[in-house]
């Protein structure tokens, strides 16, 4: 008996401690982007340094590509679909991202940054 | 027609820089068995382009068939490393271009001609258009005891070869000798040299994968208007110059955009290549479009 309260307990204890972790959780960052011919609205985002964020992209009219190389992040943007990006980002710095998905004739000049502050 | 390499110094002469590319040498049957000869590249004409960048946007191409047809030797073969012409949302524009290449390159000499699109050719109709003038974008041939493999990396506009052509590789790879002598043919570079400027296959690495256990592979690319030359363990990738305007080296400039004509220098950064086979090496001579 008294082992099991021990046990118990020790479960209890680290409940607890998780609980304590996930309220200490900054608040998630949430940034919608719309990718168009051949511009992403917002091009240019601003994210906190250790802050989870999510990268919400639609593409009203083709298929688009976000990459974004240098924060190791990508995906396909479907029209019709919301393509969600989560990271954390861990550096500071302004980080060039491109579409990667030949879209058209103005396609390589597509592209924007992310700044991390 | 075989070529010395006292003559092919001579070619290169003219205003080439050469690059010795050397193959693994050792107890290596097929290095014995293969002729010498030499092919052209040619790469990034994108016709239809019009801007600064290019003055001269109809009359460079011109120019550069004329440096080949000068050739004191013709070359055994040319090869067009994809974006023939400059993208257009408009289909019919798209095919008009590409009958304007066709028919430019008609006063070539040499009718011995290998073509494979670009993106800008192929990304967005599936290459349908580039299929109705040049036929299929991925094929092999064997020319001198060298098996040329030509991949299409930009039919699917996610920059991808995909998993079928992957299969048509792999199985076509079966029947090579893992002493083979191999060169790949293709638009974007298959490692990834700079994703920042979409300068890679998305799935690349599964090609190089598969030619790995090739101990003579050799690749030749466009896409980044420039020379280059890197390794990925034993594999060569070259890339030759464009016909149409440069590109800075990567990462070199904020942007990913064409360098400014020089009217100093008209055509600097613009060239054409040969690449010379012989028993154990590639030489890789760089040519401008205009001496200079």
Not at chain 2, 203 to 219: H, Q, S
Request: charged share 25%.
């Amino acid at each position: 008996m008294k082992r099991r309260a021990f046990v118990l307990g020790g479960i209890g204890a680290a409940l607890s401690g998780a609980g304590a972790w996930a309220l200490a959780q900054p608040k998630e960052q949430v940034v919608k982007i719309v990718a168009r011919k051949f511009t992403f609205l917002p091009n240019t985002v601003t994210l906190k340094k250790g802050v989870p964020a999510v990268l919400e992209f639609t593409a009203p009219e083709v298929v688009m590509g976000f990459n974004a190389p240098d924060l190791k992040i990508r995906a396909d943007i479907v029209p019709g679909e919301v393509a969600r990006v989560r990271f954390t980002p861990d550096k500071a710095g302004t980080f060039d991202y491109v579409c990667d998905i030949f879209c058209g004739d103005g396609h390589e000049r597509m592209g924007g940054k992310i700044r991390v502050i | 027609m075989s070529v010395d390499r006292r003559q092919f110094l001579k070619l290169a002469g003219l205003g080439g820089v050469v690059f010795a590319s050397g193959l693994a040498r050792g107890a290596d049957p097929y290095a014995s068995a293969a002729d010498e000869f030499f092919f052209v590249q040619l790469s990034d004409t994108h016709i239809g382009f019009q801007g600064a960048p290019n003055p001269d946007p109809l009359g460079t191409l011109p120019k550069a068939i004329a440096a080949v047809n000068a050739l004191e030797t013709q070359p055994d073969f040319i090869v067009f490393t994809g974006d023939l012409t400059h993208t257009t949302d408009d289909p019919k524009e798209r095919r008009r271009r590409l009958a304007q290449f066709k028919d430019m390159i008609g006063a070539f000499k040499n009718r011995n001609i290998r073509f494979m699109p670009g993106e800008h050719d192929g990304s967005l109709d599936r290459s349908d258009a580039f299929k109705e003038s040049f036929g299929e974008t991925h094929y092999t041939f064997d020319h001198k005891g060298v098996h040329f493999i030509v991949l299409d990396n930009v039919s699917d506009p996610r920059a991808m070869v995909g998993e079928q052509q992957l299969d048509w590789m792999r199985q076509d790879l079966a029947k090579q000798d893992k002493n083979a002598r191999i060169v790949v043919l293709t638009h974007r570079p298959l490692f990834p040299l700079y994703p920042q400027w979409d300068w890679a296959t998305r799935d690349g690495d599964k090609a190089i994968e598969l030619l790995m256990p090739y101990r003579n592979v050799t690749v030749f690319y466009g896409h980044i208007h420039q020379e280059h030359h890197f390794k990925t363990a034993h594999i060569e990738h070259h890339a030759a110059k464009g016909l149409m305007f440069p590109l800075p080296a990567p990462g070199a400039a904020p942007k990913r955009e064409p360098l400014k004509w020089d009217p100093e220098h008209p055509y600097r950064g613009l060239g054409f290549r040969e690449v010379e086979a012989e028993k154990d090496e590639y030489k890789l001579a760089e040519f401008p479009v205009v001496k200079a």
